[in-house]
């Protein structure tokens, strides 16, 4: 074992056969005298007689946890070819230091009206806590793909082992593009799920609005909703641009206190909350009504959604700023959102706050050349929703360019987070894994099944209409 390797600890309770342990890896290596973190890992034993190379699993976000997944039913089939091995990223999880900045100082009402003051807000609390972490000697630089990519590199020596395959989700698909890059010997498989390139983190408008018409022609499809909601992509312009004018109080419960209270939701606020669950099967069917209601000026949906993202902006997510900050645009990209921007219904919304929150937290860069497009021998199998608005099908096309010895399942009706646990998704991935080559298939689903526009339905449920 690599002297990397802290001592493995007990078996907590997980589903088979189970090593866990710590890594101590540099917090920037970039530097002369780099603090030291320390990565959790949980490695799945596997079942085979003769197993083939570990499956490395990157998590989503960035500040996903992988440890908190070992528990999931998903992983049993993926026992049978190999290992599997869950490691929370820098920043993220059981690893230490857990990036995640707890303040009074941090107003969340403040990031739902207009974006200038969403942004100064954002920028001020990224300030605070960039003094907080700095005076506590940490390097806020060192959070970035690269670190991660080289994280894995020193995962897979302390394990012992030559090569791994790697199975990445969202921002663990760009990751795995770094590893490519930087670690090509030490792969032996990529699947990538919900594919994020190395220049794809700040997301084109023009591709927000694509998919919002991919699921506006959806809705206008559906025997139930559809002619009440001819043009969902018209009225969510309808609303946002009523918003600029008329921000709606919105009835919430204080994530801190638990009290109710009222917070404006404005055009960039409803923006917000649009983008988040565009590519959410679970939550897609609810959209039809949501934007009915907010027609009619009714926040009784829009309520839970933005409760949603109160709790989740209380505290801040410094490792997800510091990350997404440091991949960045390049100029020409910037260029091009800001353009598409003035047109599209989202704006910025999707580059969240960007760039002002990451200069005021000090985040690095990892520079134009990680940007370039990622080219591979490595075999590599890409999966994408259709309905995926986070990483929606054509941006897997624009990656896989660089990848010759490539396939790409499409999953009709999928979404951002429903497509691993997919039986058919998987056969398609393990087959890969154990040698197949990769091949072009459309898997098919049944349509989505939205709510009506009004009254109650008691096949459908969702919590948004608890009570309606």
């Known amino acids: 074992m690599s002297p990397l390797l802290l001592s493995a600890i007990a078996c907590l309770s997980f589903p088979s056969d189970v090593e866990t342990g710590r890594l101590r890896v540099p917090e920037n290596r970039s530097t002369e005298r780099p603090r030291t973190l320390e990565l959790a890992f949980v490695r799945l034993k596997s079942t085979a007689a003769e197993p083939g190379p570990p499956l490395v699993v990157l998590p989503g976000g960035p500040g ?29 999880g059981r690893s230490e230091p857990d990036l995640v900045w707890r303040s009074e ?29 700095g005076a506590r000697g940490f390097d806020l630089r060192g959070y970035d793909a690269i670190q991660m990519a080289d994280d894995v590199a020193d995962l897979r020596r302390a394990l012992g082992v030559e090569r791994v395959h790697l199975l990445g989700h969202s921002w663990g698909t760009h990751v795995g593009l770094a590893i490519l890059r930087r670690h090509p010997e030490s792969v032996a498989r990529f699947v990538s799920v919900g594919t994020a390139g190395t220049n794809d983190i700040l997301k084109l408008p023009s591709d927000l609005d694509a998919s919002l018409r991919r699921l506006s022609e959806v809705v206008a499809a559906d025997p139930l909703v559809g002619k009440g909601m001819p043009d969902l992509f018209a009225t969510v312009e309808r609303v946002v641009a009523r918003f600029e004018k008329e921000p709606l109080p919105v009835p919430v419960s204080d994530p801190r206190t638990g009290e ?31 934007l009915h209601t907010l027609e009619k000026r009714d926040p009784s949906v829009v309520a839970w959604f933005l409760e949603k993202r109160v709790r989740q902006f209380s505290a801040l997510p410094v490792l997800m700023l510091a990350a997404r900050g440091a991949s960045g645009a390049t100029p020409g990209r910037w260029n091009r959102i800001r353009l598409e921007a003035q047109s599209s219904p989202f704006g910025l919304a999707r580059c969240l706050f960007s760039p002002e929150a990451e200069g005021a937290l000090g985040a690095g860069d990892v520079g134009d050349a990680f940007r370039e497009d990622v080219r591979s021998e490595v075999p590599a199998l890409f999966v994408s929703g259709a309905l995926d608005a986070h990483t929606p099908p054509d941006q897997a096309e624009r990656v896989r360019e660089g990848f010759p010895n490539s396939g790409h399942v499409i999953v009709e009706f999928g979404g951002h987070e429903d497509l691993l646990p997919d039986p058919r998704v998987q056969e398609r991935i393990l087959a890969f894994l154990a040698g197949a080559e990769p091949v072009d298939v459309r898997l098919e689903r049944p349509p989505l099944r939205f709510a009506p526009l009004e009254g109650p339905d008691p096949r459908f449920d969702h919590p948004a209409l608890a009570g309606r």
């Open 260 to 290: 109710a209270r009222s917070i404006l939701l404005g055009p960039f606020g409803l923006q917000l909350l649009l983008v988040a669950d565009l590519g959410d099967t679970s939550d897609l069917p609810v959209f039809p009504r949501l």
């Open 64 to 92: 996903n946890s992988a440890t908190a997944l070992a528990r999931s039913p998903v992983w049993r089939r993926f026992l049978e070819i190999g290992d599997v091995v869950l490691m929370d990223p820098r920043g993220v």
């Open 105 to 133: 100082a941090i107003r969340p009402e403040r990031f739902f009206g207009d974006r200038t003051t969403a942004v100064a807000h954002m920028a001020e609390i990224c300030r605070a806590a960039a003094e907080h972490y």
